[in-house]
């Protein structure tokens, strides 16, 4: 079955910079629509980045000009690499895959996906 491994959480302070990875198993990653989505403690998920098919990216206002999506073929594994982090980027961060059928419309939707990592965490403190 379909399987999301994250990876590369962690501590950092503000200011600071981290790239996580999210390895697919059964899945082809150069193929789909993926995304980031993250949760803090008492708030709802949040879309965070998003790379479509054709490779072009959306990403919450929140997150512009500092996290960069992009995905490796080769390795079959998707990034988000993460700089000038803020204290309020602190959550638990989780990587998404669209199932089969067409492509979700909504890049940062979670409702677009059907396939979900476990997450990693992320803290970053002041």
């Keep these: 079955q379909v399987q999301l491994v994250e990876s590369g ?8 910079s981290l790239t996580l990875s999210c390895a697919a ?4 990653v150069s193929a789909s629509s993926m995304a980031w989505f993250r949760q803090a403690p ?20 929140s997150v512009k000009g500092r996290f ?4 490796d073929s080769a ?12 204290t ?16 979700p ?6 409702g677009s996906y059907n396939y979900w990592g476990q997450g990693t965490q992320v803290t970053v403190s002041s």
């Excluded at 959480?9 to 600071?16: C, E, F, I, L, R």
């Excluded at 419309?105 to 979670?110: R, T």
């Design 42 to 61: 008492g708030k709802g998920r949040e879309g965070v980045a998003g790379l479509r098919r054709d490779g072009s990216t959306r990403y919450a206002d």
């Design 105 to 110: 419309v909504w890049a940062l939707w979670d």
């Design 68 to 71: 960069i999506i992009s995905k």
């Design 25 to 28: 198993s059964q899945y082809a």
């Design 88 to 103: 309020e980027d602190t959550a638990m961060y989780y990587c998404a895959a669209e199932g089969p059928g067409a492509e």
């Design 75 to 86: 390795k079959n594994t998707l990034y988000l690499q993460m700089n000038s982090l803020k």
């Design 9 to 16: 959480g962690g501590s950092v302070q503000a200011g600071g």
